[in-house]
Structure formats: structure tokens, C-alpha cells
């Protein structure tokens, strides 16, 4: 069974910066991916950023050149390096796991509150 753990996120004023955590336990097999949905209050999840285990990267158009993500596949270890934060990237920060033939798991999520 795959679990994913987050860590990171709190509040920060706009223009800061906060980095995302996210570790995987549990045996891992085949193609995957790994990245961030958030969802802000009365809004749908949205896809934030992703890395497949090839390195092939995936962004939200607002926030390319802000957000990098970056992961480590021999530790099953994702990072989401946030800066120049905005208010509008408020919202609960859903770390993912997802592995061809198998499942999509979710870690717990974290709040990332961006506000002066």
C-alpha cells in the first residue's frame, strides 16, 4: 500500500516563498508521476505542477516561472519550490501519486495561505 506524507506550506506574505514536501512509502513499480493539485475554497482541484520519473514537467499557466517542481526518484521524494507568492495561491495543497496500470494516491493535503 502507497502512502504519500506532505509537508510544508503555512503562511506567507505575497511576493515570499515556501517549499512543499511530499514522500512515498511502499513499493512503487512502473511508469509514474508525481506532482501538486491545490483546491481554494469554492473552487474546483486544479493541477498545479507534475514530474514524470522520465523528468518530464507540467505546469499550471499561472504559475510557470513562480513554481518549480523537482523530485528525487530513488527516495519516491517530490518537492514544490514556491515563490513570488500571490493571494490568489491560497488554497489546500494535494500532493499525488500516480502510477500507470495501478492507482492515483493522495497525500493528506496543507494549507498554503498567501496574505499581508
Known amino acids: 500500500q502507497v502512502q504519500l506524507v506532505e509537508s510544508g506550506g503555512g503562511s506567507v506574505q505575497p511576493g515570499g516563498s515556501l517549499r512543499l514536501s511530499c514522500a512515498a512509502s511502499?513499493?512503487?513499480?512502473?511508469?509514474?508521476?508525481m506532482g501538486w493539485y491545490r483546491q481554494a475554497p469554492g473552487k474546483q482541484r486544479e493541477l498545479v505542477a507534475s514530474?514524470?520519473?522520465?523528468?518530464?514537467?507540467t505546469y499550471a499557466h499561472s504559475v510557470k516561472g513562480r513554481f518549480t517542481v523537482s523530485r528525487d526518484n530513488a527516495k519516491n521524494t517530490a518537492n514544490l519550490q514556491m515563490s513570488n507568492l500571490r493571494p490568489d495561491d491560497t488554497a489546500v495543497y494535494y500532493c499525488?501519486?500516480?502510477?500507470?496500470?495501478?492507482?492515483?494516491?493522495w497525500g493528506q493535503g496543507t494549507q498554503v495561505t498567501v496574505s499581508s
Open positions: 499525488y501519486l500516480w502510477v500507470f496500470t495501478a492507482n492515483t494516491y
Open positions: 514530474m514524470s520519473d522520465a523528468g518530464t514537467t
Open positions: 511502499g513499493s512503487i513499480f512502473g511508469i509514474n508521476t
